[in-house]
DNA sequence: AATGACTGGACAAACGGTTGCGCAAATTTA
DNA sequence: TAAATTTGCGCAACCGTTTGTCCAGTCATT
């Protein structure tokens, strides 16, 4: 009732030093195994459990991963968490979350806050402006690693596990390109994300390989917010040439598109037809949704994210033998288009 | 560059005891001036962070919270975890999370786990099938504080937060009485379930208050599975009277509803109406929004119950007052209905 | 019987910080 | 000027566990 039982309290009743029963309950091969039963069979009675605090203390660990992410709300993270939580539990390791709800300074608190924490490892996806990297440089001199999923930064020297947007924006275009839509418009996302630049590269191969020439003022940036997807189609639909597909940068950025399209007074599927990427599961009960989307296997980059952390943690992975691990995204086509 | 420094290692420099310095850096009244700025100064020139896991040992506290819900994809509970994310930063606490994928067995592992890593208190929204309470009974003799948030468990005695769902019925009937509606069907959650019940009063009451009678068989119990859903919607479409509006259970029980109503060839809106809860974001994108939905107020539901249970551990509530908090649900009209 | 190798366990330090108590010097009070 | 009080700091214990080292007894070997 009032304390815990310890080691110590164990020690005490059977007349031996808390190391004894240290290494009995440990299995030590130096223990008699007289004196480790007796010990194991006290410590089921008291209902004796460590004191983890304690082996933290002592063990400079904590069994605990960071978790840096920008909204939960977003179904790829919550999808991608449980891959991470899921991966963690398996190695016993809990999971402390922060959300920088796209908010740089917000970010680095959270960071400060977790390595005060004493984290052991860090899994992180970048805010959407985040371009100033001197956060996570500082936790190398308290050698805690971190693994970047998805929103990752752009410089060398980092561990990641990423889609590449390349194959997936390929499959799109091309599918557009021979539904017979040679006008495609393309709503990008902020230009110095690599996720932009990789739409851009596949959308420019998928029209090399049937030698269309890539048009890129048909290619525009957005901030992602719905103004900034509404100004984007504005510019697209007020293009010289008649824009008959788009491709839009994820799911949410695909709705607010459709919907001024709608207000346009134009048909969906008809005048105009959209791809996006995301995959989401709630597109089923879309009015509009994509002709097809790009799934980014989110549950999937979690899990990578995760074992890589944890190798780095156990020293299988050197920490500075980067790993950096590309998953392909693949285009998955409504069902019944 | 190899240890972070210490308060030892201050102490040593400035030929002063360990404990003066961590006085010092407490700004303690007992240390002079001149030698409490001396510390303070070198420390910040050490760039020293006092060793949290040091703290928390000695201290018994940890400033961590557990957070254990069924499924953060589910936008009620991703919505939720914000609320209590930014009301335990504010304290400096942070927040651990556990997923029990609504599965008993998990939770109660997830409990355990928690304990052990001596969270020092615990949010808990319960899986869909736990009818047994002792893992977090268990937690009394731990002095480990719990408040329940949304899904509660059906025992005396507990802290905790969750939404009447009376209120916000009484406003969607009385709704679609206002509009004409006299027959309405209800497609409601499992019988056990208090929320389910509460739905069922809240129909009465509206009916009682329009003087018109409450017609049980119009009350259905389905298990929210599409096929439940499915199942209900057909009893109710054969009923002998005409159904003319439905109030579903949730959102997304609303859109399979929806779904099998239109494939029987009803006109939404005109042969049929719909009004369910939850009031998620991404119904502004459905197809068939509900005319109405019943807002739970998720984030307001998590900050509440966060800070219930921080006025718990700091004592400003006593353990043995439970305080159990109702927040009333609301009825949300769709923009333009 | 003496030497050596094991066996089983105790002792103590260490992890980093906090805190009650004691004590000398400085200052105020009578 | 002596006594009382305050000021400023050091000493040491403590939180619970792990781990390197040391010691005493037991056994086997020659």
Redesign the interface.
């Known amino acids: 009732?009032p304390n815990?039982p310890t080691i110590k309290e164990i020690a005490k009743r059977l007349n031996l030093a808390a190391s004894t029963v240290s290494r009995a309950l440990h299995d030590h091969p130096r223990i008699g195994l007289r004196t480790r039963l007796k010990v194991q069979e006290l410590a089921r009675e008291l209902q004796y459990?460590?004191?983890?605090?304690?082996i933290?203390?002592q063990q400079?660990k904590?069994?605990?991963l960071g978790?840096v992410l920008p909204e939960?709300?977003e179904?790829f993270f919550?999808?991608a968490?449980?891959g991470i939580?899921d991966t963690a539990?398996k190695s016993?390791y809990?999971?402390?979350?922060?959300?920088s709800h796209d908010d740089t300074e917000r970010e680095q608190k959270i960071v400060e806050?977790?390595?005060?924490?004493?984290v052991d490892g860090l899994l992180v996806s970048l805010a959407k402006n985040t371009v100033n990297y001197a956060h996570f440089e500082m936790l190398r001199?308290?050698n805690i690693p971190v693994v970047f999923f998805d929103r990752i930064p752009n410089m060398p020297d980092i561990h990641y596990v990423a889609s590449n947007m390349e194959s997936g924006t390929i499959q799109a275009v091309s599918l557009l390109l021979q539904r017979g839509h040679r006008v495609i418009g393309m709503i990008n996302g902020p230009e110095k994300l690599i996720a932009s630049q990789q739409r851009t590269t596949g959308y420019q191969k998928a029209m090399q390989q049937q030698r269309l020439k890539y048009d890129a003022s048909l290619n525009v940036n957005a901030d992602l917010t719905k103004e900034g997807t509404r100004n984007a189609m504005q510019q697209l639909l007020s293009h010289k040439r008649k824009v008959t597909a788009i491709v839009a940068f994820n799911d949410y950025v695909s709705?607010d598109a459709v919907?001024y399209a709608v207000e346009q007074g134009l048909e969906i599927n008809k005048d105009i037809t959209f791809v996006s990427y995301a995959n989401l599961?709630?597109s089923s009960?879309?009015?509009?949704p994509p002709l097809a989307s790009v799934e980014q296997y989110p549950y999937l980059q979690g899990q990578k994210a995760t074992e890589i952390l944890l190798e780095l943690l156990s020293g299988k992975l050197a920490a500075d033998r980067y790993q950096q691990t590309v998953i392909d995204s693949r285009l998955v086509i409504a069902p019944g288009r």
Do not use: C
């Open positions: 009732m815990p459990e460590p004191n983890q605090t304690a933290f203390f400079k904590t069994f605990t978790i939960l709300s179904a919550s999808a968490i449980s939580e539990n016993n809990m999971v402390l979350l922060g959300q806050i977790m390595k005060n924490h004493r001199k308290y709705q919907q599961p709630i009960y879309m009015a509009f």
